[in-house]
């Protein structure tokens, strides 16, 4: 796969980088990324994916843009309220790297079309806020063998995660916690949806370029109230319906 001259200008610092280089750069081309989720933590995720030359992503959110996004929604602005988020993200992408085909999918993923909106694609990332469709994510990733990036926030903290085979997001969240916190009720602080879309972003980038080591099931937990980040590895459960036998196949 060639590069343009102005291609070579755009990915240099990746080009020289030893561990990623003209093979690594050749392998971001060619990929595909589904982004569940054009908020908080897809908005700035979405944006480094497009700046380092992923060949497509595919924006999926139902949402339009509201004026309480833009506290942390870095995509967007004052203009585009009400909006279709995709549509907007997925013009501020073009604008940012040409060389990238953003397909916005302003679909709500569900059971029905999980599997429509995951084809096709080589690795997820996915920042969305409600624990039923990570679940879903998460299953249609492992009955379909893709990597997924799992991220998400808290009021001061967050977490990212790689997903490859087991453990899978149901050893990590067997069932939805009835009493979930969200954004809109517990509020959180905005840079940090910087940090942890950036992290995902990185840790997708890693997956796709094959560089280094990729750390599955290992979770980077950032807290940014004491200013301190850890990691903790994802236990895989043996009777998972998942991943340990149970038998799911793609939808």
Known sequence: MMFSDEEVERYARHLVLRELGGPGQQRLKAARVALVGAGGIGAPAALYLAAAGVGALRLIDDDDVALSNLQRQILFDTADIGRPKVEVAAARLAALNPNVAVEPRPVRLDADTVGDLLADVDLVLDGSDSFETRALVGDACIARGLPLVAAALGRWDGQVVLLRGEPCWRC?????????????????????????GSAAALLALRVLAEVGEAPAGEMMLFDGLGWRARTSRIAADPHCPACGGGGLSPG
């Open 172 to 196: 990590y969240v067997p069932e939805p916690p009835p009493d979930a916190e969200t954004c809109a009720r517990m509020g959180v602080v905005g840079a940090l949806a910087g940090v942890i």
